[in-house]
């Protein structure tokens, strides 16, 4: 299949480092498909039609399509006909789903890759834990990730709740910030906690971390945090923004 070969025919990782950097593509490209661009994805799982599979790429990008026609694949195929299952439960249940075998999938892609290339223990235990150190896309669906910092920063900012109806941060927001976040210069005594945080804040894009030199801005619906560039929002548009709304949120109040 095109899709399929453009994933693992034409580049293939060969060390920890490239494999991990697949492994980020390939599960930012999925997120995608389940968060920002849930709508489409949504759409293209028809039940009516034959064996669906949800592809991820090292480019970032996802694709819905039939699995690869040789026996055996080139590369681990995902789970099967993940479109039967969309009209049968809730839509969040279904994407929930959807979202633990494609963890399962990239896993299986990227030892595939180590056991192909003579990863030895050292490289597999490596390549593992920098895989473990970014939340599941499963945590990424279901909010859970977001929901352990919460929990966390509750006991040690329980009393910083912003005011301001959209939450922004990032350098070039300094003013807005102040109100969702305090500021470290205030507040010494959390210098630790507050890195904490900020390393454990995941993008509800594309599950990368917190940096305090991109601008991000607050869902005000799910509370989750997004890069501005995540979601085309500019610093300047996100001044002009009473209330906003992440596009799964907003995909959730137009569909019928």
């Known amino acids: 299949m095109?899709?399929?070969?453009?994933?693992g025919a034409h580049y293939n990782p060969r060390t920890v480092e490239e494999v991990f950097r697949d492994f980020k593509g390939r599960r930012a490209g999925m997120i995608k498909a389940l968060t920002t661009d849930v709508e489409e994805f949504y759409q293209q799982c028809d039940p009516e039609k034959e064996n669906l599979c949800l592809y991820g790429f090292p480019s970032e990008q996802w694709e819905v399509n039939l699995p690869a026609e040789e026996v055996p694949p080139e590369l681990p195929e995902p789970a099967l006909g993940i479109n039967f299952a969309r009209d049968g439960m809730q839509e969040k249940d279904w994407l929930s789903l959807v979202a633990v075998h494609s963890d399962a999938?990239?896993?299986?892609?990227?030892?595939?890759?180590?056991?192909?290339?003579?990863?030895?223990?050292?490289?597999r235990k490596r390549l593992f834990n920098m895989i473990n150190e970014l939340p599941t896309i499963f945590e990424v669906v279901t909010g859970t990730a977001k929901k352990q910092v919460k929990e966390k920063s509750s006991v040690n900012h329980g009393s910083n709740k912003s005011k301001s109806n959209t939450k922004v941060r990032g350098s070039e927001s300094q003013?807005?910030?102040?109100?969702?976040?305090?500021?470290?210069?205030?507040?010494?005594?959390?210098?630790?906690?507050?890195?904490?945080?900020?390393?454990?804040?995941?993008?509800?894009?594309?599950?990368?971390?917190?940096?305090?030199?991109?601008?991000?801005?607050?869902?005000d619906i799910c509370?989750?945090?997004?890069?501005?560039k995540c979601v085309k929002i500019t610093p300047a548009r996100a001044e002009h923004i009473k209330q906003y709304k992440c596009p799964s949120c907003s995909n959730k109040?137009?569909?019928p």
């Open 2 to 7: 095109e899709g399929v070969g453009g994933g």
């Open 223 to 228: 509370e989750k945090w997004f890069h501005g």
């Open 175 to 219: 003013g807005k910030q102040s109100k969702a976040l305090p500021q470290k210069d205030e507040e010494e005594g959390l210098d630790e906690e507050e890195d904490d945080e900020h390393g454990e804040t995941l993008c509800g894009a594309c599950g990368e971390n917190y940096a305090s030199d991109e601008f991000w801005i607050c869902c």
């Open 105 to 123: 999938w990239l896993l299986s892609v990227a030892f595939y890759f180590g056991a192909r290339f003579g990863f030895d223990k050292a490289d």
């Open 253 to 255: 109040r137009s569909r």
